[in-house]
């Protein structure tokens, strides 16, 4: 049965609250989530590159160690496990997991980013694909820093 | 119980019919949206400032009453009020309300523009915000004077 | 009666299985398709006139047999046509039909095309028209020559 | 003992000569190579893709069956296999081995192309790397489709 | 006597190894380097100006103490010094002195760059010129920042 | 056997001596030219055209007599040769001769140019080609007017 429920969960759980965002809203049998981009709301920090994850999540996602490599390839890589990790959280904070993720809509600041996106995508959604729809954008909030935002939707019926 | 019924509404009341072209669509206990810009079809005209809007709403949402000032900030916040409030005629004439709208997807010529089309948005969503997607892309139709396209999606469950 | 289940198409059905790509997805009472762009993935090749659509495809949408305006408009009309016959396929592989479409996000590279599209899309909804949303973006996957991707929603509710 | 011993090795052993070039040449205990382009001498082919490099060496350099990411990478992966395969061929032809490679400097028409030809290098140099310079330039002969073309020396004395 | 002995030397003493990357090689008499660029591995950090050298280097490069000056010539000139600094330290290492560097190719991304580095060359080179070859480029790895890309090659015979 | 024994010679005989610049070096067997660029320095004149060099070269090198041919291919024409006579020239100074010339990088502003370089080239290479590598890079010094710079390598073994 649905409901019309609605849950805001803000992107913080600490520090000022935000200002009229809603993170994800459960709908029906649905979990809407806001486009998500690669921001540590609580230190206003923009994702910028492997140190700016775990250092794990780093190595899972292929840091090289070789500095012009990394300096090149990690914005994008750092950005979509930070945009992939935060959508998960998101799910889960809501009794979900990744898997009940089934659409995405993916906004690029530069298409030829997608393979490493991709690859980092595979690790979040090791068996089934959810639908995905990709295309370049001129730029997002809140700077051209901002090389990724994922809109996500999730199916999680009520009982 | 749902039901595919749809409502195709045209967004004029009068005049010429437009052709193959549903303003939105009630999907099970879902209203679907076209994304909506501030052109007034019935006289082709795109909305290009504060003169272009009821002259109580340009008050509210920031009209300053300085030339150059409101000569800049008109379009962007005259678009978003005529935008927003034509979302809410098209929820209105479903039986259903502003807050039922959840989602907005929000296309922008400049993301520069967000912050006033938030402080607009503010005011047709008091209480709670809905789930939102911000990007900045290249152009809208009909022209480059379009500055913002919204796309809403409201849940109103039948029965 | 809702389910959860889904269903992964892939865009090709015979040939070397694609990687972690889910063409289209039925979730509850709704089948959700990826983007879809004019690329023949078995033979790898993006469509790039009317020469790459049957003949009689490009009769119906406006092939005049005069060479220099056919390779103007060719690419766009037949990207056009492919893109949305090829909707139509995955609906119908779904058991439904193109009238079951009730939304479409278009994305251009250049939204001057939108008149030729608009004339090809009325050949596939000549009944109701689907809620539409029209944006310009600055590019899709995988390359420049893909005019335009359209993400398509489908109501077909299980019994 | 040096001697000054040239061998001309034409890149081709069938077919027309080609005039005035060599591929390589010993000098002293060094063996220089001329700057490498995918092109199959043969065929006069550009290498555009993994569909014109062995399907084995395809899987090896990252090929994921995704036809939108195979068709944007690979480009760069197939030219940057063929090109340090030819220079390895060179190499064998002339009683040497890869790792007697100790210096390339490599030239590319973008060099956001570098992480993937890396990726490649590494299969080629599993040991130790050459040296190694990487620049970014605005053409290579014959033509803008041409990614990458890398210089090799090789050190195998006479004993 | 040559030997075809090498000596890989990572630009980092100390933290994480850099993967399959040789600073520099001995081959035979000669010493060949990897082209430099002007980035401390360490800190992950792209030299950018005055501030990024030590103090007694930008006085001797030509710091003037004038803000805007200093803001416009101080990364070439500083770039300069850490490249030229850092083949120094190459070359040291491995028992030799700047003097035994014959050989420079010298990429820049402004040859209106050039005499800001010739002038700092000059410091390291006091008495007799490298044969030197300078052209420009679109750009060097990691990033357009990199102002000046310098290959060195050295004689230093053993014994 | 080996030396280091250096020989700076620069690119005049009479007249200023160029400060810190080297024309060539001799490195043990080995003879390292600095780029070449097709610049009289006596009279600080860039080669321009067809009447820039000795009527005979002219000649030989493909002048047509016919006006506006001779000015679009003089240019490229005039400087090869320039560039590769004054390469020869610095060869027989030492003792060499052209076919000890065994290694050309060449750097085009326009690799467009490269036939008529090559077609020039043949005639300073009648026998066998050294190996090469080519490239088109954004500019040389002095000045855009420069169409082609080229290193060359000499192997000439002491005794």
Redesign the interface.
């Known amino acids: 049965m649905?409901s019309?429920a609605?849950h805001?969960l803000s992107t913080q759980t600490q520090g000022a609250p935000l200002?009229?965002?809603?993170?994800?809203?459960r709908?029906?049998?649905?979990i809407?989530?806001?486009?998500v981009i690669a921001v540590d709301p609580q230190n206003k920090v923009i994702v910028n590159g492997f140190?700016d994850i775990p250092a794990e999540a780093a190595q899972l996602i292929g840091q090289?160690?070789?500095?012009?490599?990394d300096?090149?390839?990690g914005p994008i890589l750092a950005q979509s496990w930070y945009v992939l990790n935060a959508i998960r959280g998101h799910i889960e904070a809501q009794g979900g997991q990744m898997s009940d993720v089934?659409?995405l809509?993916q906004?690029f600041r530069n298409?030829?980013h997608?393979?490493y996106y991709?690859q980092v995508?595979?690790l979040f959604?090791p068996d089934?694909?959810?639908?995905?729809?990709?295309?370049?954008?001129?730029?997002?909030?809140p700077s051209k820093a901002i090389l990724i935002?994922v809109?996500a939707?999730a199916?999680l019926?009520l009982s």
């Open positions: 649905e019309s609605t805001t200002a009229k965002y809603a993170a994800s809203r709908v029906g049998d649905y809407f989530l806001s486009g140190d090289t160690g070789e500095f012009s490599t300096y090149k390839i089934f659409k809509v906004y298409v030829d997608f393979p991709s995508r595979q959604f089934q694909a959810p639908v995905s729809t990709v295309v370049e954008v001129s730029a997002m909030m935002e809109e939707t199916y019926p």
